[in-house]
């Protein structure tokens, strides 16, 4: 793969910054039924995200209720809108972190 390309068969496909979101639910402030509520909707929405190449990646956290989210973006307020298009985020349900992403050293010439 050449992974400036993004590409597996030799076709150029562009890619976009890539960034890292770490999301804890603010369970503290909100009950066990506010988020079953939302969740639907919230699933809705990052399945869309996903559909759009813009979520690369979702996983659910093991330590503590939240989402790791693998994010492609033209750049870091794209990742943001991306996070807070979310229905948690619009109701302040979550914490979130987005941290900027580089190829990691070893694998650049």
């Not at 402030?29 to 990052?46: N, P, V």
């Not at 759009?52 to 990646?57: M, Q, S, V």
């Not at 979130?96 to 050293?105: H, N, S, T, W």
Request: proline letters at 7%.
């Amino acid at each position: 793969m050449d992974s400036a390309l993004g590409t597996l068969s030799g076709t150029p496909k562009p890619v976009g910054m890539q960034f890292l979101a770490i999301t804890r639910r603010r369970t503290e402030s909100f009950s066990d039924a506010q988020f079953a509520e939302a969740l639907g909707i919230e699933a809705d929405r990052a399945r869309a995200l996903y559909a759009d190449g813009i979520f690369r990646t979702l996983n659910s956290r093991g330590d503590i209720p939240g989402a790791v989210i693998g994010i492609e973006a033209p750049d870091f307020a794209a990742a943001q809108a991306a996070i807070a298009s979310l229905p948690f985020a619009q109701r302040e349900m979550m914490d979130v972190e987005i941290i900027p992403l580089r190829p990691y050293r070893g694998f650049v010439p």
